[in-house]
């Protein structure tokens, strides 16, 4: 009873609360908007559930079934847990990173470049583990210099981050279309299967399946993030600089130091979001874009309550509703871009309840 009563009423539980209230409302939303273009809602989200692998569906594709559906989900997972720690670790500093699309972008073109250039020298194992440092290297750097500037010139970082996202962009679809390009596919070349962080196509049983490399080490990272944070001098320090700039300044807290810290740590974290993508789940770049899924990361990281931990469970759950939008697409007809919607709702909700639970703390 007393864990019951904590959980609806204690202050312990109330960001948890919130992330599921915002959820919620954003389900019902969703089955509003279903609703009214005529649809059954709870047909349709089974659908999502169906396209994730994580229901059955009517029948399969030759050599396909859940248990292959279930391991594409957690492939396409993969880059979403590490997008979503890292602006989870941004806004615990009170920092506003949504330069995680062009540090992904950059980490995977570099990773690309690096291993192309490479050839078949090193074996897979070493050349796995390149993309993965390659990865950390690339976004920590432009997660730095967003610090740098942030501290030395106090340019705001979400301007610095925009501004970034479209440069990365524009250069390295410059550098595809000149030096990179596959004449058929019209996106970079292909990295190579010895770097590559997905095992794609593997017969296992009669099935060909895909087996995320990376998944293991986003949750192993999401872990060790928690007790960084939240049992480190370090972490304390950031978590102290996003509470209040002032008091952690009084308290001898190094604001130049702990600022480039961070964001180095959340570039770092959008870096292996960006191998993870452009190296596993996809194995090219297409140019001209930004992913997409650094953006649905705010929505992540929110609906996780900016914990590391959370983060993993609102990544399942985003990644539920985008991967098996086009099952639920071609099941009811539905216009795939309502998955976008939801998601959309939900990133509204989610950042009115995070208001709400910071006025409330502040009351308390």
Request: aromatic share 10%; net charge positive.
């Amino acid at each position: 009873m007393r864990l019951l009563r904590s959980l609806f009423f204690g202050d312990r539980f109330r960001m948890l609360r919130a992330s599921f209230w915002a959820l919620l409302f954003s389900l019902a939303a969703g089955a509003v908007i279903l609703f009214l273009m005529g649809k059954d809602p709870v047909s349709a989200y089974a659908n999502l559930l169906q396209g994730s692998g994580l229901l059955p569906k009517v029948k399969y594709a030759g050599r396909q079934n859940q248990l292959t559906d279930f391991l594409s989900f957690l492939d396409a997972m993969t880059p979403m847990v590490f997008a979503s720690l890292s602006v989870a670790v941004a806004l615990r500093s009170g920092f506003f990173n949504i330069g995680v699309p062009g540090q992904m972008l950059a980490a995977g073109f570099c990773a690309h470049i690096v291993t192309a250039a490479l050839g078949n020298v090193l074996p897979s194992p070493l050349a796995k583990l390149l993309v993965l440092v390659i990865g950390i290297a690339a976004g920590a750097a432009m997660g730095a210099f967003m610090g740098w500037l942030k501290d030395r010139f106090n340019v705001n970082e979400v301007v610095t981050s925009i501004m970034l996202n479209s440069i990365a962009m524009y250069l390295i679809t410059f550098y595809i279309n000149t030096f990179y390009v596959d004449p058929v596919s019209r996106q970079s070349r292909a990295i190579s299967d010895a770097a590559r962080l997905t095992l794609s196509g593997v017969r296992t049983h009669g099935m060909k399946a895909d087996f995320a490399l990376a998944f293991p080490l986003a949750i192993l990272v999401a872990f060790l993030l928690r007790t960084f944070l939240d049992r480190t001098t370090y972490g304390f320090e950031i978590r102290a600089l996003g509470l209040s700039r002032g008091a952690a300044r009084y308290a001898g807290i190094s604001l130049s130091r702990t600022t480039l810290l961070t964001m180095a740590l959340s570039g770092a974290l959008g870096g292996l979001a960006g191998v993870a993508y452009f190296c596993g789940y996809f194995a090219s770049i297409q140019p001209g874009t930004v992913p997409g899924m650094g953006f649905d990361a705010i929505a992540v990281a929110l609906l996780g309550g900016n914990h590391a931990l959370g983060c993993i469970l609102a990544s399942f759950l985003i990644t539920v509703i985008s991967k098996g939008s086009v099952y639920m697409s071609s099941r009811l007809s539905v216009e795939p871009e309502i998955a976008s919607l939801i998601t959309s709702v939900i990133l509204i909700f989610s950042a009115c309840s995070a208001s709400f639970v910071g006025r409330r703390g502040g009351h308390d």
